[in-house]
């Protein structure tokens, strides 16, 4: 858990760094990695402290994630346009304009190919994304959905967020 003031420094540290944000995310999961006790995706501790819900049925994924008041989490890469739903509770988020933001539920967001954020949850908090899919599998899906590369992206929306630095 971080403390309220130092999850606001680490948003304006990123924000602060030279590059893509992807590439000043990356530069950061890295560090975090480093950290002893830091929470990876897919392992039984991330899934502990901050569980997800997983429903697929005909053509459409559902994603609901819990993230507990003073944790940091960074999300992966979106492969695609979709509506993302915050829940409840209060965040700072960076933006896809490398702004530091503080939000709070409920809203309606549209997330963006190429959307990767970071967030520092001031309260507890609940998060949806709804996705169209052929997937049948969470596994599927995922890999579908997201990346943590973002070389895997379009070139358009490479070149895109190029220009915000």
Request: aromatic share 8%; glycine share 4%; net charge negative.
């Amino acid at each position: 858990m971080v403390k309220e003031d130092q999850g606001i420094q680490i948003l304006e540290d990123v924000t602060s760094r030279t590059g893509m944000l992807w590439e000043r995310i990356a530069q950061f999961r890295k560090q975090i990695q480093e950290i002893p006790g830091a929470l990876e995706h897919h392992t039984p501790e991330m899934d502990e402290a901050m569980p997800l819900k997983h429903h697929i049925k005909d053509g459409v994924y559902t994603r609901e994630i819990f993230m507990p008041k003073g944790m940091v989490v960074i999300s992966f890469i979106h492969k695609t346009n979709h509506p993302s739903f915050f829940m409840s509770g209060e965040m700072s988020i960076i933006t896809d304009k490398a702004e530091v933001k503080r939000i709070k539920a409920p809203m309606v967001l549209q997330t963006e190919m190429g959307t990767q954020r970071i967030a520092y949850m001031h309260e507890d908090c609940v998060w949806a994304c709804v996705y169209r899919t052929d997937a049948e599998t969470v596994e599927e899906a995922e890999k579908e959905l997201y990346t943590e590369n973002f070389m895997e992206l379009p070139e358009y929306i490479i070149n895109r967020n190029k220009q915000i630095q």
